[in-house]
């Protein structure tokens, strides 16, 4: 009996190292992970979705689907023509591609969507810390491929130049204080170094230097950084524009234009930016942009300003801008669309955050044209990519901006939602494109929202449109406005029963609305 048992131990003990073995073997041969390296897999675990054929390449996006399902009601006639880069001749609109210094983005990921983007100008961080590793020594080998790879493209580079450097002292991450740099001699004279070495290195592509980013209630600190800074700037490249960054309204601002009057050195600044990240786009003029422009004006003249960095998320988030509010993929759209146009209504450049999602220390931020994921990898084109690549194609510099109706008279015909009991402001904006008069219309007294439906409403337009186009500019698509809503009154045409809801549409005649040669958008 006793030997029996003992048998039996050693099967079972034998069976558990053929196990073993097995089971080694089969994690050798499957590239499995050691549960104490889990924090340091980078691969995909959902069912081994990235090793099906027929799922690679750009995902599905359900939310640019359903746009495209939307019935406004009239003939489509087709797509609003784009154009690369490298085919517009000049524009004020800017992409962001922040962050790379701090590898929260992957450059490769998503440069081949940038030049048929159509955005003319990208937004790029120097890193200091990243390239001056040991004191003394720089290597811009992971940024130039950053620059001149952008500038290959059409699109001209223009550099944020921050943040700090841990070999003398300071930190690289947003938030950090100015007065780490420019209280300590040894590291203000080696970050001067580094500013001049890295606007030496790309002056023939970048003439535009954001000093710094977001330093906010730093005024004191920060108006010694721009001044010193933008002497270094001049001394190698005395042509360029030195852009002060969104600081605190208006005691910040305030401290710089100071700074640069006792210096005697006004002719230091060109833009001051601004950051407008206010929940209803229309907003941001009046909140933070017109008050601006009257403080820097009342220093200069030459002085402008600029919208450096502005976006929307994509989902609800709980840090960083406009958190805590409910967004989509479709109200993203809607505020990108909003805030950029009126921006061109203003003829102030406009630069959006951002081209991907970024994969901060703390979460996956969602602000971008094109959603990623936490390996920092393409997964699809939002509806705002789109929307954004219909702007940038279609409002360059030869697109004049003409007027801006805050509030216009309508008629209203009926309620996508019956629920709905409230008179909205419809807000138009007017361009001339070759001649022709180009008007966009929105609801705008309202945060963008995700309902996917029209009000009908009747409106007067000056002037006598005679093959009215109506477009929805996320997706695109052009329609032919129906002959019997429309009719001639006093000088103006009137359009009857036309959609209308809380994002851009363009109403042109057709001759202002190019087509593209394919029906598909996607």
Same mark, same amino acid.
């Given at each position: 009996?006793?030997?029996?048992?003992?048998?039996?131990?050693?099967?079972?003990?034998?069976?558990?190292?053929?196990?073993?073995?097995?089971?080694?073997?089969?994690?050798?041969?499957?590239?499995?992970?050691?549960?104490?390296?889990?924090?340091?897999?980078?691969?995909?675990?959902?069912?081994?979705?990235?090793?099906?054929?027929?799922?690679?390449?750009?995902?599905?996006?359900?939310?640019?689907?359903?746009?495209?399902?939307?019935?406004?009601?009239?003939?489509?006639?087709?797509?609003?023509?784009?154009?690369? =880069?490298?085919?517009?001749? @000049?524009?004020?609109?800017?992409?962001?591609?922040?962050?790379?210094?701090?590898?929260?983005?992957?450059?490769?990921?998503?440069?081949?969507? !940038?030049?048929?983007?159509?955005?003319?100008?990208?937004?790029?961080?120097?890193?200091? $810390?990243?390239?001056?590793?040991?004191?003394?020594?720089?290597?811009?080998?992971?940024?130039?491929?950053?620059?001149?790879?952008?500038?290959?493209?059409?699109?001209?580079?223009?550099?944020?130049?921050?943040?700090?450097?841990?070999?003398?002292?300071?930190?690289?991450? !947003?938030?950090?204080?100015?007065?780490?740099?420019?209280?300590? $001699?040894? =590291?203000?004279?080696?970050?001067?170094?580094?500013?001049?070495?890295?606007?030496?290195?790309?002056?023939?592509?970048?003439?535009?230097?954001?000093?710094?980013?977001?330093?906010?209630?730093?005024?004191?600190?920060?108006?010694?950084?721009?001044?010193?800074?933008?002497? $270094?700037?001049?001394?190698?490249?005395?042509?360029?524009?030195?852009?002060?960054?969104?600081?605190?309204?208006?005691?910040?601002?305030?401290?710089?234009?100071?700074?640069?009057?006792?210096?005697?050195?006004?002719?230091?600044?060109?833009?001051?930016?601004?950051?407008?990240?206010? &929940?209803?786009?229309?907003?941001?003029?009046?909140?933070?942009?017109?008050?601006?422009?009257?403080? *820097?004006?009342?220093?200069?003249?030459?002085?402008?300003?600029?919208?450096?960095?502005?976006?929307?998320?994509?989902?609800?988030?709980?840090?960083?801008?406009?958190?805590?509010?409910?967004?989509?993929?479709?109200?993203?759209?809607?505020?990108?669309?909003?805030?950029?146009?009126?921006?061109?209504?203003?003829?102030?450049?406009?630069?959006?955050?951002?081209?991907?999602?970024?994969?901060?220390?703390?979460?996956?931020? @969602?602000?971008?044209?094109?959603?990623?994921?936490?390996?920092?990898?393409?997964?699809?084109?939002?509806?705002?990519?789109?929307?954004?690549?219909?702007?940038?194609?279609?409002?360059?510099?030869?697109?004049? &901006?003409?007027?801006?109706?805050?509030?216009?008279?309508?008629?209203?015909?009926?309620?996508?939602?019956?629920?709905?009991?409230?008179?909205?402001?419809?807000?138009? *904006?007017?361009?001339?494109?070759?001649?022709?008069?180009?008007?966009?219309?929105?609801?705008?007294?309202?945060?963008?929202?995700?309902?996917?439906?029209?009000?009908?409403?009747?409106? =007067?337009?000056?002037?006598?449109?005679?093959?009215?186009?109506?477009?929805?500019?996320?997706?695109?698509?052009?329609?032919?406005?129906?002959?019997?809503?429309?009719?001639?009154?006093?000088?103006?045409?009137?359009?009857?029963?036309?959609?209308?809801?809380?994002?851009?549409?363009?109403?042109?005649?057709?001759? =202002?609305?190019?087509?593209? $040669?394919?029906?598909?958008?996607?």
């Amino acid at each position: 009996m006793q030997q029996n048992k003992m048998q039996q131990k050693t099967i079972a003990s034998a069976c558990l190292l053929t196990m073993a073995a097995f089971a080694w073997t089969c994690a050798a041969d499957t590239g499995a992970v050691a549960f104490k390296d889990v924090s340091k897999l980078k691969s995909w675990d959902a069912w081994n979705e990235h090793d099906d054929p027929n799922a690679r390449g750009e995902k599905p996006c359900v939310t640019w689907d359903r746009l495209n399902r939307l019935d406004p009601g009239m003939k489509e006639v087709g797509r609003l023509a784009v154009r690369d =880069a490298r085919d517009i001749k @000049s524009s004020k609109w800017s992409i962001g591609c922040e962050t790379l210094d701090r590898d929260y983005g992957n450059w490769d990921a998503y440069k081949k969507f !940038l030049g048929p983007l159509g955005a003319k100008h990208g937004r790029l961080f120097s890193g200091w $810390a990243k390239t001056e590793q040991v004191k003394g020594t720089y290597d811009f080998s992971w940024f130039d491929p950053h620059v001149r790879e952008m500038a290959a493209m059409g699109i001209k580079p223009w550099i944020c130049l921050a943040y700090g450097n841990p070999v003398y002292g300071s930190d690289f991450r !947003l938030g950090m204080k100015v007065s780490q740099v420019t209280e300590n $001699a040894e =590291a203000f004279e080696a970050w001067l170094r580094y500013v001049t070495a890295c606007v030496e290195r790309y002056k023939d592509v970048v003439d535009e230097w954001e000093i710094w980013n977001e330093p906010f209630h730093q005024g004191k600190w920060y108006a010694e950084l721009f001044y010193r800074t933008a002497k $270094a700037i001049r001394a190698v490249q005395p042509e360029a524009k030195c852009l002060c960054t969104a600081i605190t309204y208006p005691e910040d601002y305030r401290c710089v234009l100071e700074k640069l009057k006792a210096e005697d050195a006004l002719d230091l600044g060109s833009y001051f930016i601004y950051h407008p990240y206010v &929940p209803n786009p229309d907003d941001a003029f009046k909140k933070r942009a017109e008050p601006l422009l009257k403080l *820097v004006k009342s220093y200069s003249g030459d002085f402008a300003i600029m919208q450096g960095e502005t976006g929307c998320p994509s989902q609800l988030e709980f840090g960083h801008a406009l958190k805590r509010r409910e967004w989509s993929e479709y109200s993203q759209a809607k505020w990108n669309l909003r805030r950029t146009i009126d921006d061109a209504a203003r003829s102030i450049p406009s630069s959006l955050f951002s081209m991907i999602d970024l994969q901060y220390t703390f979460m996956l931020q @969602s602000f971008g044209l094109i959603r990623s994921n936490t390996l920092k990898e393409f997964i699809y084109r939002r509806p705002s990519y789109f929307a954004m690549q219909h702007v940038y194609s279609y409002i360059d510099d030869d697109v004049l &901006p003409q007027r801006i109706d805050e509030s216009i008279d309508y008629e209203l015909v009926s309620r996508f939602d019956p629920r709905d009991t409230d008179r909205h402001r419809l807000k138009v *904006v007017r361009f001339s494109k070759n001649g022709q008069p180009v008007r966009f219309y929105w609801f705008a007294d309202r945060v963008p929202t995700s309902e996917l439906g029209f009000d009908h409403v009747t409106i =007067a337009v000056p002037g006598k449109l005679e093959r009215p186009r109506w477009v929805e500019m996320i997706t695109g698509r052009v329609y032919e406005v129906p002959s019997d809503r429309i009719a001639y009154e006093g000088g103006k045409t009137v359009i009857a029963d036309l959609p209308m809801w809380d994002s851009p549409v363009m109403v042109a005649e057709d001759k =202002a609305v190019s087509l593209r $040669a394919e029906s598909a958008a996607h």
